[in-house]
Nanobody, 126 residues
Framework: QVQLVESGGGLVAAGGSLRLSCTASGRTFSDDYVGWFRRAPGQEREFVSVISRDGGTTDYADSVKGRFTISRDNAKNTVYLQMNSLKPEDTAVYYC???????????????????WGQGTQVTVSS
């Protein structure tokens, strides 16, 4: 059974930092593109970032570019999202997801992802 587990969320003041982790079990994570998405209250799920299988290629939403960094450690079956200079508008539940089929390279579309974590809450106070 495939499981993705996010951790590292919490409450932080604006301008602060958090590092989210996503650890997979039940499959070899290095086979997958891995993305981060978020959903704020009352809003649609939103693409945040995605990373290639070897970590050499990444993509970011414009809203987080320059502030967030995605990385992975395939030996630990873990993907990270380092979030700096956090803003109140970054408040959301953050989800990691694995694209196992890889039909489209580094997709920003949530429906391309096959496995999802349960989410971790990030709250940024002003």
């Amino acid at each position: 059974q495939v499981q993705l587990v996010e951790s590292g969320g919490g409450l932080v003041a604006a301008g602060g930092s958090l590092r989210l982790s996503c650890t997979a079990s039940g499959r070899t994570f290095s086979d997958d593109y891995v993305g981060w998405f978020r959903r704020a209250p009352g809003q649609e799920r939103e693409f945040v970032s995605v990373i290639s299988r070897d970590g050499g290629t990444t993509d970011y939403a414009d809203s987080v570019k320059g502030r967030f960094t995605i990385s992975r450690d395939n030996a630990k079956n873990t993907v990270y999202l380092q979030m700096n200079s956090l803003k109140p508008e970054d408040t959301a539940v953050y989800y990691c997801a694995a694209d196992a089929a890889r039909r489209i390279p580094l997709s920003r579309e949530y429906y391309e992802y096959d496995y999802w974590g349960q989410g971790t809450q990030v709250t940024v106070s002003s």
